[in-house]
């Protein structure tokens, strides 16, 4: 599938030097582009890569035409933010060659008389649907998903294959569940008695926004006794693990592995690398980063960026670190003494 | 649905302070309970929150009646344990509004002639059970789910939907498996032989206890030569890896997104925080408690509380801490020839 | 089952030392052998246990003979590496006692018309396989599992139950793949604008080499605009995530819970313990090891053995020395200054 370049500037913005009528077929990074394809200068240590690419056209900053001028002779176009135009770009290639969603309900599926499925919807084989569940306009229900009791999909949402979304769960609209996710399961509540664990009921559910991504086996937990709530416009990656009666607020994104423990109530905006790991009841404040492998112990009241992780060595000096961090404490108290040593010393001159 | 609070205590036991013929409809937490609900008392920082609660009824100490009856005009449920107390609570007001099971095999299940399945089971649309399988009286088997060859499930066993639950792999009595987990993998057994990995079968099972917890996307291996064994009442969050050949003992809990690595050995009633990560062919005493984060490299001998990950930091301070870490021992040379001087310094006044 | 001692040395080489007519029915641990059983001594820490095995026949380096003969009188299989024999010897039973499989395509799966799947290969109830997907010759795709548009697995690769393999995704020969593993999930890539998180199609595949093991709910995220990588060999554990546009080399393996962010380069014949997290844009030299639980921050150029965890302690004792942690570098400092009143100290003598 291809596109004149002059549609596809005149669709997404920006400004085109160059001639429109040049045909592209589609987008690839700066050293693998042909010359039918658009390609994008989205970090400046990149520049050099991006005067010797040989792509029809160029998705960069006015502020880089003159100094690529010289060696690349494609086509330009101009934007604010090349990396986002980026993304826009790829969707529409993508809107070129998608294939059309079919709508309606597989003949294997099977749909409880009382769910209500919007009549552009597709619902793939082997789905299950239960009583009261909503299914939106336009949503696509990968195959072998379920949709649990009175659980709300909104419009245009995707559930790829083998997503399960449990009873009492909503999302909104234009969300995108990837495989292998789990919404809504029990969150882990037990009360001990006398060393036995007694099983709380999880009662509450799950409400989840508009334009909510949920990565590959990510599992979000049902509330106990009132609802686990994920804001409009929250980014998770796969493999996350978000525990009852957490509050994610919009926009905020989480990178593979993050895991969120019980109650912990996080801001806006703010991003979580690999592996990071937040203890529960906690208050993160808006706007805060978090590094990867890093464990948020306490409450964060101020944006910015944080970590804590143990810096990799070789393993023979790992070994020799490893046995003073274990004897830390003793080693002050040595600086100390001499501390105090030093100034008697200091004092008898 | 809802009860007089009279039949709650009496079948839940615990004094009741108050007027038995009250109405309640549910449970909530202290601040967000209305006039006919119920709430617990179980911290005792929470009490001005008991005292200013609008519940019909709150579940507390004995200790606690002096001090909140000022401004709490309720009824007071007196018990020991006001955690455990509420668990039971919320299991009674679940019971009365429960769906019922609707025993039986859906139409779309595939399900082995040679299996044995209860007549009060029921097995959910596109379930597949294979040949030998036994699934015992009133177990819930949700959509989609697999039963392996030869497996076992015990009476009143649930597992929600999409679990996937291997051949020759045994669950017991009242547990729970949430979506998404994975009972009998193989485990991760190779052979290195001139750089290639030979498979070691993985013939052994999973024997798993009664009254044991799964949860969501968690996953515990099959043994190599003999069983992967997770005794009565153990409960396990989310997203847990669990390797071949462990053994974890009774009552034993963990937190989501912790990993135990192959044969290791765990006791009884111990606690892993999030994210905790055992080694392979370690012991891990009795009453253990293991905190989120850390990573457990030896053998505990010991019962008590372990703690093994860096402390998180802004950034920046993060960045020169770390840079000491990695000098570590060069700091404590440094420490001991001070020492050394000071000694020499001190010796000759 | 059953086989004579020499029919399986004949099939398997290595030396026989002992009567080729002894009947063995499987392979068990050196304490649980009984009389019909082989055993192995792979670590030479176990030698007094193979001394004492009541095993039939102990495959055991040739070295070890001498010492123990005098107290173990059974046969022995002689091998310079006894736990690649122990594996091929594992096959070997598994060969004689496993379930035959039935080729032929399940009455419930959806396969599409234009899927080509081989004669000999055996799909289960309630997958679903789409449009334009190749499966070869004695594949098994088990229960439940899914096989995406274009998709291409190799002859005689197996899928347990509930796997999702999603479009335009390869995997070749020899390969498994255990329940609850998706691969080609969307990759994690998000543009930012104003605030906004604008999707990034992704429109690569996953490409996958023979013979490689993927653990229980493991992801493999598709590339972004080219494919993510997976070389011949490559052994994955449980619940591993791989990002977009990772490049695994051969016979690289990783232990359960592993995480590797987006297009990091990983090596040949790299070993990666349990948790360990490398993050993104990394290259990995060949024969890298990387210790349990650590965080890979920066590329890797050198082969050899990483580490970078926080030692556990008691609670009390982290807390002492996670406390000087926080001030490292202030404890740096007070040394520096100590060296310097220390040298005025020694100078003015």
Redesign the interface.
Known sequence: MSTRLGDLVKSLGGELIGDPEIIVT????LE?AGEAHITFLSNTKLRSQAAATRAAALIAAASEVEALRASFHGAFILTD?P??Y???A??Y??SLTA?PITPGI?A?A?VSESAQIAATASI???V?IEAGAQVGEHCVI???S?I??DARVGAATVF???V?F?SDCHIGARG?I?????IG??G??????K???????Q?GGVRIGDDV?I???T?I?RGA??HTIIEK?V?L???I?I?HNCHIGE?T?M???V?V?GSAKIGR?CTF???A?I?GHLTIADNVH?????????SIHEA??????????????????????????G??D??RE??K??RE??S??
Not at 188 to 193: E, H
Not at 290 to 298: C, E, P, T
């Open positions: 589609g987008i690839a990074p693998a933010n990396y986002a980026y993304a826009h790829a969707q290639f993508v294939v597989h294997t099977v793939g084989p082997h299950t990968g195959a072998g379920f649990g009791r790829h294959p083998n399960t449990l995108v990837q495989s292998g996710a789990v399961g029990d882990f509540g037990f009360a001990n008695q060393g036995q664990w007694i099983k709380i009921p009662t991504e990565g590959s086996s599992t937990d006794l009132e416009g980014k990656d796969n493999q693990q525990a926009n994104a990178a593979g592995c895991g423990a905006n690398g690999g592996a790991m203890l978090v590094s990867s492998g890093s464990l948020v112990s306490r910015g960026q944080y970590t804590g992780f143990y810096p990799l060595a070789k393993n023979s000096d790992w070994e020799k670190t490893a046995a003073v961090v274990r004897q830390l404490d080693l002050r040595r600086v001499l501390e040593l030093v010393l200091t008898k001159k």
